[in-house]
């Protein structure tokens, strides 16, 4: 019997040993996790930090797949967790391109695609001032001014297609921050939503988030009624009398000039004018130090096969005394739209129609309001 129990004793170190051996293998098994703050960037060149977290003390390398060098990881390796750069140099091309990040640790690896857009140069879009800055979603364009936390412009096009009201309005708003702009340059930061008991947004004090390109405007499908929601399209409007009334009243009259028998395409350019020179209503310091723009304004191309027409709308940031577009004291030529704000509208104009180089002067200078009825 002693040498049976003798023998049981020896038979459970050795089990034990096999199975606390096993255990320590598991955990020699390097674990890995990496994140990427953005994974779509503007096409100017930026930096940001990819997060990488493992159990390991083995040496990892970093690795990037792409068409070119314009994506680079620094350092290239290293020890242990570690922040590291992601460089992206300036999408001269103007074409949407896409990288694949893969951090490899012995057998581990995980991989994470980076895709940087193209500049947008659709006949909506103005003269860029910053690349830097100039993002293209996926149904609409703007550019952004990070000392200002506000958009100077929003651009977009109506046709059959985006005429189209397949889906509502969500309620309550599902406002998120704009995922190509880190989110210290907007106006909720430093809100953050992920956090536990983080409730919606937070609004401006004072005045609606109105929204640059509406609710309204896309419609078609789910996807593109949450990009109107991006912290990037909204703006400090006043509300009543303004951004619920009047301001409401021309983005339902831009949608129904959209869907008139006479126009195939609508291109939009709509902001709060925010250009040095432009006078303003200060800042909200609560918020981020969002500037109020005092004035807001809406350029418009019509068209319909080679006929082209433009109008501009400019309105103060204000309770004004009609709740609806009446008249066309708003109104004016593109091309004095263009004086006030400092932005050259639609430059791509110019080459719209193959042999007519005029077309940008003739559209911008002139104002049929019979083409535009109210």
């Known amino acids: 019997m002693l040498k049976i129990r003798q023998h049981s004793i020896i038979a459970f170190i050795f089990c034990t040993m096999i199975v606390s051996s096993c255990k320590e293998r598991e955990n020699d098994v390097a674990t890995l996790n990496i994140a990427l703050g953005q994974t779509t960037v503007s096409a100017g060149a930026s930096r940001q930090t990819m997060t990488i977290e493992t159990n390991s003390k083995q040496t990892w390398t970093a690795t990037v797949e792409s068409n070119g060098s314009w994506c680079v990881v620094t350092p290239s390796s290293g020890t242990g967790s570690a ?6 140099a300036e999408n001269t091309p103007d074409i949407t391109r896409t990288a694949t990040i893969t951090i490899t640790i012995d057998k581990t690896s995980q991989s994470v695609n980076l895709t940087q857009r193209g500049v947008p140069n659709g006949i909506e879009i103005p003269e860029i001032k910053n690349r830097r800055w100039c993002i293209q979603h996926q149904y609409y364009a703007l550019e952004f001014d990070t000392a200002q936390r506000h958009s100077i412009w929003v651009a977009y096009v109506f046709n059959n297609h985006y ?3 397949n889906v509502t309005r969500p309620n309550p708003d599902p406002w998120i921050y704009d ?14 939503p992920d ?3 983080a409730g919606n947004f937070p609004t401006l004090p004072g005045y609606d988030r109105g929204h640059l390109i509406a609710s309204a405007d896309r419609l078609f499908n789910s996807a593109a009624n949450l990009e109107t929601f991006h912290i990037s399209n909204a703006s400090p409007q006043v509300g009543r009398y303004f951004n619920q009334h009047i301001w409401e009243s021309l983005e339902s009259l831009v949608r129904r ?13 709509t902001g709060g004018a925010i250009n040095p ?7 909200i310091g609560s918020r981020n130090n969002v500037t109020i723009p005092k004035y807001y304004y809406k350029a418009l191309v019509k068209r319909k096969g080679n006929d082209f027409t433009g109008i501009a709308w400019w309105f103060e940031n204000k309770q004004h005394s009609s709740t609806t577009v009446t008249n ?6 593109i091309r004095e739209l263009e004086q006030k704000t400092g932005i050259n509208f639609f430059p791509n104009l110019k080459y719209a129609l193959p042999g007519n180089p005029n077309l940008e002067e003739d559209v911008e ?6 083409r535009w009825p109210l």
């Open 83 to 88: 922040f590291v750069s992601v460089n992206v």
């Open 163 to 165: 005429n189209l009201n």
């Open 179 to 192: 995922p190509q702009i880190p989110r210290e340059f907007q106006w909720a930061y430093p809100h953050n």
């Open 195 to 197: 956090a536990p008991g």
């Open 257 to 269: 000039w959209a869907r008139a028998s006479d126009c195939d395409t609508l291109y939009v350019v």
């Open 277 to 283: 020179g432009v006078e303003t209503l200060g800042r």
């Open 328 to 333: 066309y004291s708003y109104a004016m030529t």
């Open 365 to 370: 200078t002139t104002m049929n309001t019979a």
